[in-house]
């Protein structure tokens, strides 16, 4: 019982710093780019949130190269995301 008690409280605790952790991110983007910074936000965690799924039942799971390969992904939907602002009228 007291294992199983001290792996609830772990998991609570990860539950809380995995939240703090998203809303420290969700701030920086909104102050360092306002709108622009949560629209790239929002677009990378959609992009590699599909890509991620689409992996794991392609493949089986994700390796390695597909981690790095979100990663480059992830770049390249943000620098889109932040450049196409000002070509469609963000000022």
């Keep these: ?15 809380k710093k995995a939240s703090a952790t998203l809303q420290l991110i969700v701030l920086l983007a909104a102050l360092l780019a306002g ?5 790239a ?3 990378v965690w959609a992009a590699t949130h599909l ?3 689409w992996w794991t039942r ?6 390695g190269d597909t981690y790095g390969a ?9 620098l889109a995301t932040l450049t196409a602002r000002p070509i469609f009228g963000g000022g």
Excluded at 70 to 78: F, Q, R
């Design 51 to 53: 890509l991620a799924h």
């Design 41 to 43: 936000l929002l677009a």
């Design 1 to 15: 019982m007291i294992r199983l008690n001290l792996l609830h409280v772990r998991v609570a605790r990860e539950r």
């Design 35 to 39: 709108a622009a910074g949560l629209a």
């Design 70 to 78: 979100l990663c480059e992904i992830a770049e390249v939907v943000a």
């Design 58 to 63: 392609a493949l089986g799971g994700l390796t």
